[in-house]
């Protein structure tokens, strides 16, 4: 993954309501959810929750699929892991320093 992809992913999950988008993506799963069953946990209107979509499927971040009448978005997890594996990459030098059931490097 080249570094302004990286770039664009960061960018799109800078914006706290992308970022709301995107965790509700990663929980719901393979399952996706639709346009209006996110606009209406978030309380926000269909149009601006469109223009977010389209930054983070623009990101790779979300993808989008006809189903019926209905469009369901998922998260894009491969893309999703490569951004954190990017930025985990070099960590510690390389070495191997995350414990099991650790929660921070013990390097």
Sequence with gaps: MEEKDIGRALGAL???????????LVVAGPAGL???????????????????????MHAGLVT?????????????YEQMNAVLGFLTENCCQGQACLAPGADSCQC
């Design 64 to 76: 989008q699929e006809r189903e019926g009448r209905s469009l369901i978005y998922r998260a894009a």
């Design 14 to 24: 800078a914006h706290e309501l992308r970022l709301r988008v995107f965790r509700m």
């Design 34 to 56: 639709t346009p209006g069953v996110i606009a209406t946990q978030l309380d926000i209107p269909n149009a601006t929750l469109s223009f977010h979509l389209k930054e983070l």
